[in-house]
């Protein structure tokens, strides 16, 4: 075991129950474990499930819970089976915190389903805080010349977005609906692999829309208006359940619709026909190690660059109500040393 030598206490960032306000406290730096790392955060992405862990939407968090799953960090500590990532190397923590490597799922490839994984910044804590622990098998090196905020996304937005785009299918005209962390990386995947997106936001957010084309979008408009072509498929990241029927008039016979939320308001019922003609929905769930793997070598082949608002830590009930009001033009990043 690599220690690191003067720790004790750290500031976190802690919610005691949901639909209230995170608490700044002081935490003792918890033990490394044989299979764990302790990571000195640089930057933890604000991410739409983060809203949805501390507004209640999503059942039984761990609580007291130290939110946060787009963790960027330093290993200062590593645990005795710990061989692959060193002490002083970057790295990634995203939302799934562990596998059984046992039921169905794992056995079959979809560790993602597994019946009883564990979720940073739901069922463990997360990167609200100075230091983060996590298990090594699930941690990720990253580039170390790179800005650890613009990192910070691609952590569960980046790769939920690349999930969802992968399940799309590969289809040249996407839709995307709901333009803010997820959708603006994968506009720029879309751009690098040739293909046309169309981004659909909030009726009269002119900025995002601004935002969609400036990234590479053919063309951007609100969730009111009709597509101006049919789509190949449609990638919902805004958690609006009547967007499913809107999107399914949008896509081609045989298209797809893939909701990407972890939770969604209801679907409204709507007419078989707008089903009928092979189309199609379905949602994505949590990732795999191996989507992380191939997103984090994809966002550097395609120099995705990450927009990013910051805010220091003590700030993080600031950045979760600017998200809920839809007033970050891309992703909200907490930032523990400043």
């Not at 937005?157 to 709901?178: C, W």
């Not at 049919?230 to 081609?252: C, N, Q, S, T």
Request: proline share 7%.
């Amino acid at each position: 075991m690599v220690l690191a030598s003067s720790m004790s206490s750290m500031r976190v960032m802690e919610l005691r129950a949901t639909a209230t306000p995170l608490s700044s406290v002081s935490r003792p730096v918890p033990p490394t474990a044989a299979h764990q790392v302790l990571v000195a955060v640089e930057a933890c992405g604000v991410c739409r499930t983060d809203l949805h862990v501390v507004d209640g939407d999503l059942p039984n968090p761990k609580l007291p819970l130290v939110p946060g799953h787009e963790i960027v960090g330093t290993v200062v500590e590593t645990g005795d089976d710990v061989r692959h990532l060193p002490v002083g190397g970057r790295v990634g923590i995203p939302w799934l915190a562990y596998t059984c490597g046992a039921c169905r799922y794992c056995l079959s490839g979809q560790e993602n389903l597994c019946d009883f994984a564990r979720f940073t910044g739901y069922t463990v804590d997360g990167g609200y805080a100075e230091y983060a622990l996590a298990d090594a098998r699930y941690c990720f090196p990253l580039p170390a010349d790179r800005d650890p905020h613009t990192l910070a996304p691609w952590l569960c937005a980046g790769l939920i977005g690349y999930r969802a785009l992968r399940s799309a299918g590969d289809g040249t005209r996407i839709g995307i609906y709901g333009f803010g962390a997820a959708a603006h990386m994968i506009a720029q995947v879309c751009r690098h692999q040739q293909r046309e997106v169309f981004a659909f936001t909030r009726p009269g957010d002119e900025a995002a829309q601004a935002f969609a084309v400036k990234l590479g979008a053919a063309w951007a408009g609100g969730s009111d208006e009709s597509a101006p072509s049919e789509l190949d498929a449609a990638i919902l990241f805004a958690p609006v359940g009547a967007l499913v029927p809107k999107a399914l008039r949008d896509v081609r016979k045989g298209g797809r619709v893939v909701c990407a939320g972890i939770h969604m308001s209801d679907i409204p019922s709507f007419p078989y026909g707008i089903l009928w003609g092979e189309r199609s929905v379905c949602s994505v769930a949590n990732l795999t190690r191996r989507d992380a793997i191939e997103f984090i070598a994809l966002a550097q082949q395609a120099n995705i660059e990450s927009s990013v608002t910051p805010y220091a830590l003590r700030d993080a009930n600031e950045a979760l109500r600017a998200l809920r009001d839809g007033a970050i033009l891309g992703a909200a990043v907490l930032d523990p040393r400043q």
